[in-house]
């Protein structure tokens, strides 16, 4: 935080912010998250914020359920289509189970944002499809890595 306060340019404050948001423990990983919610984060750069914390593998699901956790706060925060970059966490997970509670969850929330719709049906397409390439795929895998007859 007080990289990115202190910055001496843009790129800077930037790369502070993407780094605010590199830690793999939840409880750091929240706390970093937490203060993208106050002054100290400026709505336009919630996008850096938001790219950094879901691209990486380990932090996904934390900021998926922080975003959860924080939405109505979060909608203050991005109002109107600034809205639109939340989406993003309705692509985190690879099961079935995730991609019916990703639905519920953000499907009626999405409807509100103006042109969001395109981004979180792509994001859900992600995680069904990941799924359904995890149902097929993973008996031939774990067949071929263990050498078992399935």
């Excluded at 956790?69 to 966490?89: C, F, I, Q, S, T």
């Excluded at 994001?123 to 774990?142: K, N």
Aim: charged residues 30%.
């Amino acid at each position: 935080v007080a990289a990115a306060k202190n910055a001496k340019n843009r790129e800077d404050r930037i790369a502070a912010l993407r780094a605010m948001m590199g830690f793999d423990d939840e409880t750091r990983l929240n706390a970093a998250l937490d203060v993208t919610l106050t002054d100290e984060i400026h709505a336009n750069e919630m996008r850096y914020v938001l790219t950094a914390a879901f691209g990486r593998r380990k932090s996904r699901p934390i900021a998926e359920a922080w975003v959860r956790a924080h939405w109505d706060e979060l909608r203050k925060k991005l109002p109107g289509r600034l809205g639109g970059m939340l989406v993003r966490a309705a692509g985190v997970g690879c099961s079935m189970a995730e991609a019916d509670e990703r639905a519920a969850f953000y499907g009626p929330k999405v409807a509100a944002i103006e042109g969001a719709s395109r981004g979180f049906a792509g994001a859900l397409e992600s995680v069904y499809l990941c799924a359904a390439l995890r149902e097929q795929g993973a008996p031939s895998l774990e067949k071929a890595l263990l050498g078992t007859k399935k």
